[in-house]
């Protein structure tokens, strides 16, 4: 069974830092095209940036700059490196990893990490 989890959220005050990680585990041949997403309440979720299998990296305007993600893939991990945290940047990260099983590739999700940013 496949699993993407994710730790590293919690509180952090504006223009501080943290760090996300996400790790797909289980019964999977390779892993495609990983990302991170975020849901602020009331609003839709939005990509944040995506990494392909070689490390080209796609940024949202509003992060571009201040957020960095690198990707691992012996330890099919991603982390997510936040600097210059906004209020705004207050979100569920999600990650989504979109991995080959059994010659099929899917889109797994993880359960979510809380960003909060606030003085």
């Known amino acids: 069974q496949v699993q993407v989890v994710e730790s590293g959220g919690g509180l952090v005050q504006p223009g501080g830092s943290l760090r996300l990680s996400c790790t797909a585990s289980g019964a999977l041949f390779s892993i495609d095209d990983m990302a991170w997403y975020r849901q602020a309440p009331g609003s839709q979720r939005e990509l944040v940036v995506s990494?392909?299998?070689?490390?080209?990296?796609n940024y949202a305007d509003s992060v571009k700059g201040r957020f960095t993600i690198s990707r691992d893939n012996a330890k099919k991990t991603v982390w997510l490196q936040m600097n210059n945290l906004k209020p705004e940047d207050t979100a569920v990260y999600l990650c989504k990893a979109e991995i080959v099983v059994l010659q099929q590739t899917r889109e797994f999700w993880g359960q979510g990490t809380q960003v909060t940013v606030s003085s």
């Open positions: 990494v392909t299998s070689s490390g080209s990296a």
